[in-house]
């Protein structure tokens, strides 16, 4: 819609004789407003990105741990790398754990 308000004040601007400090004025102010239409647009386009991989990589955890048995009674290698995306050591007693839906668990040692 911006970028239709500035093409009419250039076309009009072609068309009509009038005074060019206002016109400046005019098209500098409709060009500023169309750059941060941009930028917000922007902005929402990489948040819809990054959401559309964060529910991709949700669906694949989801559907990795409906695989699993009701009653986990055993280390299974295949889940663990499907579930957990990294492990963090902060200091001997204080180990989390990040899976790939981004939930982090703290594990306290002893």
Excluded: H
Excluded at 4 to 19: P, S
Excluded at 71 to 93: H, L, N, P, R
Aim: charged share 35%.
């Amino acid at each position: 819609m911006v970028a239709d308000l500035v093409q009419k004040c250039i076309g009009e601007n072609a068309r009509v004789a009038q005074n060019q400090g206002e016109y400046a004025k005019r098209y500098d102010a409709l060009v500023e407003r169309f750059e941060m239409a941009k930028g917000r647009f922007d902005e929402v386009q990489v948040a819809i990105t990054q959401k559309q991989a964060q529910r991709k990589m949700m669906e694949k955890f989801m559907e990795e741990l409906w695989k699993l048995p009701e009653q986990v009674d055993c280390f299974d290698e295949g889940a663990w790398y499907a579930m957990v995306d990294f492990v963090t050591v902060y200091g001997k007693e204080d180990v989390r754990f990040t899976f790939k839906n981004g939930m982090e668990i703290p594990v306290k040692t002893k």
